[in-house]
């Protein structure tokens, strides 16, 4: 079958495709997907290079990818067809999901084993042309639902900025953070995405065109934000603390799993980084709001499978507006 493999850390061009690789036998809990489509995250390339945490331990030739769409094709020893009904992940049902964070094997295959509980059922009303967007929706989504219900404890009345508003998390971030109940949400992105910002529920900050941290001061009139939900880290970690509230009660929350905290705990800000959570109940979650339209991820590109290597480079540019895909169809 057809598979993207790595056999050395390095750039984009290390993803190579192969057409013989044998389909993998599923274990118990897992179930057999033929992949239709692989959602990208920064975290791949991040594994792919070698500086992801995920790296450490992993074994080369090593697979690429953490999500997708997909159809159950097969299962374990101990799934029989009934139990795999009563999880509504029956063989031929259409499923999305990602792996879990200790399972470091890759999606963009052909054919994948992976656990029954990593994955949830698409509902039938969605058409094969909307089928990418399902295949970017978990693992930006657990990590959505974890930033804001986990980390940032969002609640009332907050008043929250969102650095990367129109990126693959920024987009589940605006919505989500409304939906918790932040009254006001400021959302920084290039001005060519102030736009799509304002559809998905805050007010965009061109970070491109004015100086940001001025805005949200303005905006706020000089009080600061409770939350921010940093996205970026690099160059937006330490000013956003200039933009918080003045009190010492605000909170800053990272993304970038290898952020360094250090300055917000040094200045008495709660600082904290997105551990994501996967499991069912939250994948059920991301169908409810992507079904009541709550959740209006959107995909920007499609790649075929052949060039995933563009894709990696698309990513790493950092400016991907909602998520970036590969087509696994033969
Ligand atoms: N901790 C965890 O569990 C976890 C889970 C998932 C992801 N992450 C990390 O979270 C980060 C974001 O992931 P993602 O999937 O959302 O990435 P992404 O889709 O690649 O984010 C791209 C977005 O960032 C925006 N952006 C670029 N430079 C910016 C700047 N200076 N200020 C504000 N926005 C800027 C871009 O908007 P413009 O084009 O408008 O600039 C673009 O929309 C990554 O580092 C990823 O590894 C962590």
Redesign the pocket.
């Known amino acids: 079958m057809r598979e993207i493999l790595f056999d050395r850390f390095g750039g984009p061009d290390v993803l190579t495709l192969h057409t013989d690789s044998p389909r993998p036998e599923p274990a118990e809990g897992e179930v057999l997907v033929e992949v239709a489509y692989a959602g990208l995250?920064?975290?791949d390339y991040?594994i792919r290079d070698g500086s992801s945490g995920m790296a450490a331990d992993l074994s080369l030739p090593a697979g690429t990818g953490r999500e997708l769409t997909g159809t159950v094709i097969g299962a374990g020893p101990d799934l029989d067809t009934a139990e795999l009904a009563s999880r509504g992940v029956a063989p031929g049902t259409r499923v999305f999901g990602m792996r879990r964070p200790t399972d470091r094997r890759g999606v963009a295959a052909e054919v994948i084993a992976i656990a029954a509980d990593d994955l949830a059922p698409v509902p039938d009303e969605v058409t094969e042309e909307d089928l990418p967007r399902w295949a970017g929706l978990a693992?930006?989504g657990l990590?959505a639902i974890?930033t804001v219900h986990d980390a940032a404890e969002l609640r009332e009345g907050s008043s929250v900025l969102i650095?990367?508003?129109?990126?693959?998390?920024?987009q589940l971030l605006i919505p989500m953070a409304r939906e918790a109940g932040a009254s006001h949400v400021w959302a920084?992105?290039?001005a060519?995405?102030a736009e799509r910002i304002r559809e998905l529920g805050a007010e965009p900050i061109a970070?491109?065109q004015v100086d940001w941290q001025q805005a949200v001061r303005e905006a706020t009139g000089g009080e600061g934000v409770d939350v921010v939900l940093d996205?970026?880290?690099f160059?937006?970690f330490l000013p956003s603390l200039d933009v918080l509230r003045a009190d010492g009660e605000g909170m800053i929350v990272v993304?970038?799993?290898l952020a360094d905290l250090t300055p917000a705990q040094e200045r008495g800000i709660t600082a904290r980084?997105?551990?994501?959570v996967t499991g069912r109940d939250r994948l059920d979650r991301l169908v409810q709001g992507m079904r009541s339209g709550a959740y209006p991820l959107e995909t920007s590109r499609v790649l075929p499978l052949e060039q995933i290597a563009e894709a990696h480079r698309l990513?790493e540019d950092?400016?991907?507006?909602?998520?970036l895909v590969v087509d696994v169809r033969p």
């Open positions: 995250n920064p975290l991040k693992l930006a990590t974890a650095h990367g508003g129109s990126g693959g998390v920024g920084t992105g290039r060519a995405n970070y491109d996205t970026r880290y160059s937006t993304l970038p799993s980084i997105t551990r994501i990513l950092g400016h991907t507006r909602g998520k």
